[in-house]
T-cell receptor, first 112, second 108 residues
Framework: DAGITQSPRHKVTETGTPVTLRCHQT?????MYWYRQDPGHGLRLIHY???????DKGEVSDGYSVSRSKTEDFLLTLESATSSQTSVYFC???????????FGPGTRLTVL | RKEVEQDPGPFNVPEGATVAFNCTYS??????FFWYRQDCRKEPKLLMS???SGNEDGRFTAQLNRASQYISLLIRDSKLSDSATYLC?????????FGSGTKLNVKP
């Protein structure tokens, strides 16, 4: 299995609080991605990174920001969590464009 | 319109059956195609890439039809362990688009 970890694995928080999720990889892959998965929607891309300090928005980026200061770490921040951001969040990595992605184990986030 | 559409199922089949899933995509410029498998409450895992000429991996066969913009997955001799949700994935430029998944239940 690809070396990808996510932390925390579970989190319950309250509306209006900031939340940061961490993705850590040991594969030295260039590309990293954050997705959310909700019933009926499948996985939707939030943000992705194509190198250190290089990031771009996905299809559901509102309310989220990201940072990548090192190759191995990609952080996802919910600046002010809302109940609509209750979801399962997956991080993924890929070595190059066009090749397959490998996923982390996911973070279950509940916003009350 | 969604980038990738799949029949959500569930497909309920007996062990040993052959089952096929289709997936359609909307962007004719899509470059790469994949099938992933996802078990309940787990992360998606790559099942196979889909090549223009079609490709096979054991009991699994994937086909791509660019003219009609669909991808198929055929599973022969279904096993109980094949029960999962199968995700169709299409890549456009830097972004991957996932279907909502097709659920397969293989029964004894």
């Amino acid at each position: 299995d690809a070396g990808i970890t996510q932390s925390p694995r579970h989190k319950v928080t309250e509306t209006g609080t900031p939340v940061t999720l961490r993705c850590h990889q040991t594969e030295n892959h260039r590309y990293m991605y954050w997705y959310r998965q909700d019933p009926g929607h499948g996985l939707r891309l939030i943000h992705y990174s194509y190198g250190v300090k290089d990031t771009d928005k996905g299809e559901v980026s509102d309310g989220y920001s990201v940072s990548r200061s090192k190759t191995e770490d990609f952080l996802l921040t919910l600046e002010s969590a809302t109940s609509s951001q209750t979801s399962v969040y997956f991080c993924a990595i890929s070595a190059n464009q066009g090749v397959e992605q490998f996923f982390g184990p996911g973070t279950r986030l509940t916003v009350l | 319109r969604k980038e990738v559409e799949q029949d959500p199922g569930p497909f309920n089949v007996p062990e040993g059956a052959t089952v096929a899933f289709n997936c359609t995509y909307s962007n004719s410029a899509s470059q790469s195609f994949f099938w992933y498998r996802q078990d309940c409450r787990k992360e998606p895992k790559l099942l196979m890439s889909v090549y223009s000429s079609g490709n096979e991996d054991g009991r699994f066969t994937a086909q791509l039809n660019r003219a009609s913009q669909y991808i198929s997955l055929l599973i022969r001799d279904s096993k109980l362990s094949d029960s999962a949700t199968y995700l169709c994935v299409v890549k456009n430029f830097n972004k991957f688009y996932f279907g909502s998944g097709t659920k397969l239940n293989v029964k004894p």
